[in-house]
């Protein structure tokens, strides 16, 4: 194709310039590929923000289960303080629905600091419909004999699950997700009355 060049004046001035091509425009209107982009671009905004909602909602259950958690252990650990850390603590006996599962029971996956800790026993209760394995464990650290005073180490561990048949188990999908809960504090024999 060859293209001519024409004078015609621009700007006052008479110069060369190419001959205009005329330009077909476009319908108004939109055509069906924006349509589809549009909507695909207004589907994954919709998914982000579900995404959001999802992960939002599961976060704040398992927020509320680890403070569920935490308030369970400090109440057992402050009962079990008042007895001077008493090897046979038994939370059962408080009638608020602790009940004793056995000594020892898989599947609990212990913090390598509560490791070598002497098990005073293992739980089970159920908190706001939130299955709970509660293991108390205790450590005596140091001693004068003295003066008869005695110092052990209180540790309350606190899993998600159920005990089934000797095992931890987890019902519910997200409560597996949930890291366990450790709560230690330290008790002298002369200063409580155990």
């Avoid at 091509?21 to 905004?45: D, N, P, Q, W």
Wanted: glycine content about 10%.
């Amino acid at each position: 194709m060859r293209l001519s060049i024409s004078q015609a004046r621009v700007d006052g001035y008479w110069g060369r310039r190419a001959p205009m091509i005329k330009c077909r425009r476009a319908a108004k209107g939109a055509t069906l590929v924006e349509a589809m982009v549009t909507a695909v671009v207004v589907s994954i905004a919709a998914l982000g923000g579900l995404s959001y909602e999802y992960l939002s909602a599961k976060h704040t259950k398992i927020a509320v289960s680890q403070m569920t958690a935490t308030r369970t252990a400090r109440l057992l650990l402050e009962d079990w303080k008042s007895t001077g850390g008493s090897a046979e603590y038994n939370p059962s006996r408080l009638g608020l629905g602790f009940s004793k599962v056995s000594t020892q029971l898989t599947g609990i996956a212990v913090p390598p600091e509560l490791e070598g800790m002497t098990a005073t026993g293992v739980y089970s209760a159920r908190s706001d419909g939130l299955p709970m394995v509660i293991t108390l464990k205790h450590k005596d650290v140091a001693e004068d004999p003295d003066a008869d005073v005695k110092l052990r180490q209180l540790s309350i561990l606190v899993s998600f699950g159920e005990a089934v048949g000797g095992e931890l188990m987890h019902t519910t999908g997200w409560v597996g997700t949930v890291p366990p809960i450790t709560v230690t504090t330290f008790v002298r024999s002369d200063g409580s009355t155990g």
